[in-house]
Each structure stands twice: as structure tokens, then as C-alpha cells.
């Protein structure tokens, strides 16, 4: 399958007291997804119900899990997760309810 490729950088900041990290290098990995991660990021973007750091975070972890997941469908480890996966995605492409 064609995948969009990306490289994956996640650098530790600091501890919950504020203290600076002391991991000497940031984690970084290249990953392959079958969606434009960037591109969903920016739908989700849009939505009023999330803030921009919330809905980037969770656009990427989605998409970043979402593909082992659909790589590895046959693995127990996924088995009950999936079918509620497939249908809170459903809800989140949705989009935000009308009040």
C-alpha cells in the first residue's frame, strides 16, 4: 500500500515540577501512514469543540495508532478495541454536533 511518509520527533521538555529534562535526545522515528496526517490535523483544526495543541495531538496519536492497528488487525492485542475504534471515528468524522 502507498503510505506518506513521516519522521516523528518527540523531545522531552521537562518533568511536572518544571525541572528541565534530563533525557539526553529526543525520541525520533520514521513512520508510514495511509492518510495525510497533516491534513487531518488541520480538519481537526477547524472544529470548535478542541483547542489547537488538543487537536493536534490527538490527530497524530490517531493516526500514528490507528495505522499499527489496521496493520496488526489480526493481532489479539487489538481485537476488542477495534470495532469501537471504527465507530468513534465515524463520530469524530462527523464532526461536532449541532446544539
Known sequence: MKQHRYR????????????????PAPLQFEVGNHDDILAVVARLSRRSDLDAASATSLGVG???FGEVMLEKRQH??????LPHFGEFM??????IPAD
Do not use: C, N, R, Y
Not at 76 to 81: D, G, K, R, V
Open 90 to 95: 465515524k463520530t469524530l468524522k462527523k464532526g
Open 76 to 81: 489479539p492485542l487489538f481485537a476488542q478495541l
Open 8 to 23: 516523528v520527533t518527540v523531545e522531552h521538555l521537562s518533568d511536572p515540577d518544571g525541572a528541565p529534562s534530563s533525557h
Open 62 to 64: 490517531l493516526k500514528l
